[in-house]
């Protein structure tokens, strides 16, 4: 079975500052997708960055990118110059092929002025 | 970009009754769709995966003949809650996906159960 974990339930930073957020997944697949989705109090899904596993190449995605360690399952999402916007929920995701999305816990994110 | 409309927004209804939701994809047509529930500060669990055409498939511990998934074109999918109780009370997305490895999610669905 495929499981997602992000073990930071909550986490803040001050503006334009970096902060890294942590998920690690479990899967014997070989072909998936990981995902990073945002959360703000509208609820409303927002996808933050996307990485094809069959990519040795970290995604990139303006003051997102990630951190995709295939042999560790690690996959980190790393925010620069944080945004007062930036305060969400973020969920890291695993899909594999047109199968559905796994969620993991969520991480909190407080951008703070 | 592609978007999935979910109507209503936000529903209250009286336990005991049933209440309809309704994902829709308007600019695309939609293989497979979703549905998500979320608790309060929780994260998405998948609740059922449904094909045009063809009967949901649901994840273990949910309960078929409650929660009643039609997806009877390829731009619209429904999730009837039947005889709802409090405990159902809870924030329900949608996303579809159009054979493609990305979903699109609708803006969710507030059931409030009295």
């Known amino acids: 079975a495929q499981t997602v974990t992000q073990s930071q339930p909550e986490m803040s930073v001050q503006e334009a500052e970096t902060v890294t957020l942590s998920c690690t997944y479990d899967?014997?697949?070989?072909?998936?997708?990981l995902f990073w989705y945002k959360q703000p109090p509208s609820r409303q899904m927002i996808l933050v960055i996307r990485q094809e596993a069959y990519k040795q190449q970290n995604a990139t995605e303006n003051r997102f990118s990630v951190n995709f360690q295939k042999a560790a399952k690690s996959f980190s999402l790393k925010i620069s110059d944080s945004q007062l916007g930036d305060t969400a929920m973020y969920f890291c995701a695993y899909r594999r092929n047109n199968n559905d999305m796994r969620f993991g816990a969520g991480t909190r994110l407080t951008v703070k002025p | 970009g592609a978007v999935v409309s979910q109507h209503p927004s936000w529903v209250i209804c009286k336990s005991g009754t049933s209440v309809k939701i309704e994902c829709r994809s308007l600019d695309f047509q939609a293989t497979t769709m979703f549905w998500y529930r979320q608790f309060p500060k929780q994260s998405l669990m998948l609740m059922a995966t449904?094909?045009?055409?063809?009967?949901?498939?649901?994840e273990q511990g949910v309960e078929k003949d409650k929660f009643l998934i039609n997806h009877a074109s390829l731009t619209l999918s429904t999730l009837t809650v039947t005889s709802a109780h409090p405990e159902d009370s809870s924030f329900y997305i949608c996303?579809?996906?159009?054979?493609?490895?990305?979903?699109?999610f609708g803006p969710g669905t507030r059931l409030t159960v009295t």
């Open positions: 449904s094909n045009e055409g063809s009967k949901a498939t649901y």
């Open positions: 899967t014997s697949e070989n072909n998936y997708y």
């Open positions: 996303s579809a996906n159009e054979g493609s490895y990305e979903q699109y």
